[in-house]
C-alpha cells in the first residue's frame, strides 16, 4: 500500500517513544517533530522528504534518519563549549534560505557568501555539530571575527583530493572526502585560483549538496549541459541541499549561473 505522511507518523513515533521526548505531527505544513519535554529543544523533518527517501531505500532511510536526530537531541541537551576546541570550528555552506536563528530563537553566526549561499559555522562533535550561536560567543566572550578566522584556518587545512573525469571534452574534478565539510571548501581561495590556473576554458564550480565540491574545466556548450544535468541531480539526493545552480569563477568572484539546454550560461540577472 503507498506511504501516507499518516503512516510515517507512526513509524516515527514507535522509534522516538522515548519518556523524556515528545512528538508532534503538524498536518498542515506535513511536517513531524520531536523534542525535549523539558526545554522544548528539537528537530522538525518534512515528512514528504522522509517519504521519498523511505520509497527508495526502505527501512534503513529510517535508520538513518533516526540516528541523525538522535544525535542532535543529544547535543541539544549538553552544554558545548569553544574554548580549547579550535581545531573542530569549521564554516558549513547553506542555502540562502537555511534560517538565520536556531530553532529556540538564537541568532546563529552567519555571513553574506554568494547569491545563493551563505556562510555559518559549526562546532564539529564528532558524529554531528553544533551551528554556533550569538549566545555560545557571549558565554565564552568571543567575537565573531575569531570564529571566522579559526574556521578559515581549519578548511584550509582539509584535503583537496579530488577525482577526474574527461566527459565530452570536458574535465570534471570531485571532492568528496565526505567529512561533512566537503562543500566548504568552496572557502579555500588558494584552491579556487589552484584550479583556475589549471583549466583550458572557463572553471565552473558547484555545491548541490554538503558532501560534494565540483569542479569543472567547461570547453563546450556540451559541459555546461551536462553540469546542470548533474547539479540538479546532486542537489535532489543530497542530505543537506545547498543550490543547483552552479557557478563561473572569474576575477576571484564566484557568481551563479543559469544554464539552458544547448546554450552557453547567461549571467544571473
Do not use: C
Not at 523539558?38 to 529510517?62: C, D, Q, Y
Not at 579559526?150 to 568528496?176: C, H, P, Q
Request: proline share 3%; hydrophobic share 35%; no cysteine.
Amino acid at each position: 500500500m503507498k506511504m501516507t505522511s499518516i503512516k510515517m507518523k507512526r513509524k516515527l513515533e514507535e522509534r522516538f517513544n522515548h519518556e523524556e521526548w515528545q512528538t508532534h505531527f503538524n498536518r498542515d505544513e506535513d511536517t513531524f517533530r520531536v523534542e525535549w519535554k523539558e526545554s522544548k529543544e528539537g528537530v522538525t523533518i518534512s515528512l514528504p522528504g522522509v517519504i521519498s527517501k523511505w520509497e527508495n531505500r526502505g527501512e534503513e532511510a529510517l535508520d538513518e534518519i533516526e540516528n541523525h536526530i538522535k544525535e542532535a537531541l543529544k547535543i541539544m541537551n549538553e552544554e558545548q563549549t569553544l574554548e580549547g576546541k579550535e581545531a573542530n570550528i569549521f564554516p558549513v555552506i547553506r542555502s540562502g534560505s537555511f534560517p538565520k536563528e536556531s530553532n529556540n530563537g538564537e541568532k546563529l553566526i552567519h555571513h553574506d557568501h554568494t547569491a545563493e549561499t551563505r556562510i555559518y559555522y559549526a562546532l564539529d562533535l564528532g558524529k554531528s555539530y553544533r551551528l554556533i550561536d550569538e549566545k555560545m560567543l557571549k558565554q565564552e566572550n568571543w567575537e565573531e571575527d575569531r570564529v571566522k578566522e579559526v574556521a578559515m584556518f581549519n578548511i584550509r587545512r582539509r584535503s583537496t583530493d579530488m577525482k577526474s573525469d574527461e566527459v565530452a571534452g570536458n574535465t570534471f574534478y570531485f571532492l568528496s572526502s565526505q567529512d561533512g565539510y566537503d562543500a566548504s571548501r568552496i572557502l579555500n581561495e588558494a584552491l579556487l585560483e589552484e584550479m583556475a590556473s589549471k583549466v583550458e576554458g572557463e572553471l565552473a564550480v558547484g555545491v548541490p549538496h554538503q558532501d560534494v565540491l565540483i569542479f569543472v574545466d567547461v570547453k563546450n556548450k556540451t559541459g555546461y549541459d551536462i553540469l546542470a544535468q548533474m547539479m540538479m541531480q546532486f542537489f535532489a539526493e543530497g542530505q543537506i541541499p545547498i543550490t543547483s545552480l552552479p557557478f563561473i569563477y572569474e576575477d576571484k568572484k564566484l557568481e551563479p549561473i543559469f544554464i539552458l539546454a544547448q546554450n552557453k550560461p547567461k549571467d544571473k540577472e
